[in-house]
């Protein structure tokens, strides 16, 4: 009895020695694992009652613990981050101010490029590297009509990261890495995950049924993407769909994304540049407020409106892909989310809307995120068994 | 810096102590909150190098770690069970055969009566309780027709735990509850939940849209689901829909549930009474190969086959719902599930099927999840920020 509670209490000391030892070695390095709390627990596999290892804790459990003191988080090290939280690139919404915000806040910060210009990307990119002097992304739709021009901005304003979605990826990743420039891809399979590693990106953002805009037709949700998705790929897993919370974020760590990607949650920050009227729509979203449509085109998620319940109407009277395509027209997107049209617009937002209740600045929501996502971890560190 | 060692390394005994006064008061208390390890991390609040609370700590972060002190898992009170697992009571598949061997394992076996004769059903209890002596519970769909004589059934045999679906809990849940029966209800939106509480019901069971079978208008997935029933609904709550793994479940602890309920996963195990090519269909499923169906009836998830395809071509065909009632028919879902009827049978399965590779026995499959639930809250404590 004695002398298992000493050996437990030394490995304490050992553990503490062992923190120190390393805090010493890589002092600035965020979001790494915890080597003492692993061997505290390690500690705990001792039966306390009868001496002897417990055997209600798995025989893996020390291996599972000690894992903790080698492995890092390798988005926050790819990035240059302190908080493996990103704010998705999303048109209309993402500009400049958004994204410096949040890499100010030691997330990363998206320019979302699908809806600007190649002009009016520049200035973005003027303007976000004069408001901060952090690391920064660019999203790119492969699919851009003008996305050459794009491409020589983002490597004449040296962007060291580019998340590029809604397209080949082998068409582009080469060509952005030779520059030395991170590429991520936006998946929303196995199958396209696989796809974006073959060519050779840094990273996979999975994004579920749930997420905002356009989306995959398999209607995977992020809760059994992600492990389809880590069961194939080697590369590091950010998960977005339907994450807002900092507890959101640690159940995406459970299923073993190293980061996520937070859309609409964002579209209702103050630095966001969609119309007030659409953040307030966000606001007071309930949910079975959005669903999946058009899904013989793109599918994608909106908020249902005016514009919407047409497309049900057409879809009812039996409506063609083509009739789908005239009734959509041109700029629905920037009519809805920029000019604030919640008739005629179409409105592209998550499920997660549903738990979105106030308009805060970027920096907030960052910090709210993190902090919410420790006391996750801690509580769900303090879940383990004791029988 | 010395002083700060001593009063950690005290608290550390401290929490020693605490946790040896704890097991000796409660010493058969399952899936408990370990205080020794809130403690501990209580005490990593303490900045390793200025000997002052590291600011990096939230503030709440104690009390957080210290409510780890009093609070048990309330289903596995509730229940009497060891682990908080559930096995989803599905028509064709939960017998009183995997029901007992979910039992035996220590998680909760359900019946599911829907698809049962009410002589069936007294068959069933009668060799439920001669294969367990470990609590098991009963899944009584609301609008079946014979309910009343399934009720007296489960009044005799003294069926413990009642949960209930598809229908009004208002309309039993106060007469199980009087004969001292524990009720719980399976709801697909935070609404629902509400009326469900609002019922009496002892705990909900929150289903995602990705679980198989019949499912909500809302569309809601797992993710997004459990908060928003956990901000509105007071009583436990288990998750369900998507979760085949321990790291599933870690994830819907961290987003608030108390318990898992897996359904799919125990289709493909030994015990349940699913035809073996229904059973073999499920493993060769992959991701994209369920979908969402018959919306305009009762939403259902089916597995891709000729019969479903049948249906697609009669909404490609703008066809009324009483013509889809008309090809959907009787008895389909015997056909296919129970008889094996790949081709003219409706396949109920979820989408988490495309992680399923193995059939295997029920004890197995649980032991499995709650071994890796364990090593991922061990995991998820190690994450914890050590900047």
Chains 1, 2 share one sequence.
């Not at 992600?226 to 299923?255: D, E, H, N, W, Y």
């Not at 103050?270 to 007030?276: D, G, P, Q, R, V």
Request: some cysteine.
């Amino acid at each position: 009895m004695f002398f298992w509670a000493l050996f437990r209490l030394s490995l304490q000391v050992l553990a503490t020695v062992l923190c120190r030892l390393r805090a010493a070695v890589a002092p600035r390095v965020a979001s790494s694992l915890r080597p003492a709390a692993a061997l505290w627990l390690w500690a705990f596999r001792l039966h306390p009652e009868r001496g002897r290892p417990n055997p209600k804790y798995p025989l893996l459990l020390p291996i599972f613990a000690f894992k903790g003191f080698f492995v890092e988080n390798r988005i926050c090290s790819l990035f240059n981050i302190e908080k493996p939280i990103v704010q998705a690139g999303m048109i209309w919404c993402s500009g400049w101010e958004l994204a410096s915000a949040v890499s100010n806040a030691g997330g990363l910060g998206i320019i979302g490029s699908g809806s600007m210009y190649p002009e009016v990307l520049r200035q973005h990119l003027e303007k976000c590297q004069a408001a901060t002097s952090k690391p920064f992304a660019v999203n790119l739709p492969l699919l851009y009509p003008n996305i050459e021009q794009h491409i020589d901005s983002i490597l004449e304003f040296k962007v060291p990261i580019v998340f590029t979605s809604a397209g080949n990826p082998a068409a582009y990743t080469q060509k952005l890495k030779a520059q030395g420039i991170t590429v991520v891809h936006v998946v929303s399979s196995a199958k396209f995950a696989l796809k974006a590693q073959a060519a050779g990106v840094d990273a996979v953002v999975a994004e579920g049924f749930e997420a905002g805009g356009h989306n995959g037709r398999e209607e995977t949700t992020t809760l059994v993407l992600l492990p389809l998705v880590k069961q194939v790929c080697s590369v590091p897993l950010i998960a977005a769909g339907g994450i807002s919370t900092g507890r959101a974020m640690a159940a995406a760590f459970a299923l073993g994304a190293e980061a996520v990607q937070v859309g609409s949650r964002f579209v209702a920050s103050e630095e966001s540049s969609a119309h007030l009227a659409f953040k307030s729509a966000v606001l007071s979203a309930g949910e079975g407020d959005t669903l999946l449509t058009l899904k013989e085109l793109t599918p994608v998620r909106l908020l249902k409106n005016p514009f919407f319940q047409e497309l049900v109407q057409a879809y009812q009277q039996g409506s063609s892909p083509e009739k789908l395509v005239e009734i959509l027209g041109r700029g629905r997107a920037k009519k809805g989310m920029f000019e604030g049209d919640l008739d005629q617009g179409e409105l592209e937002i998550g499920q997660v809307s549903a738990l979105i209740r106030s308009i805060k600045p970027a920096a907030d929501i960052v910090n709210e995120i993190w902090t919410e996502f420790q006391q996750t971890l801690v509580c769900m560190g303090n879940l383990v068994h004791n029988a």
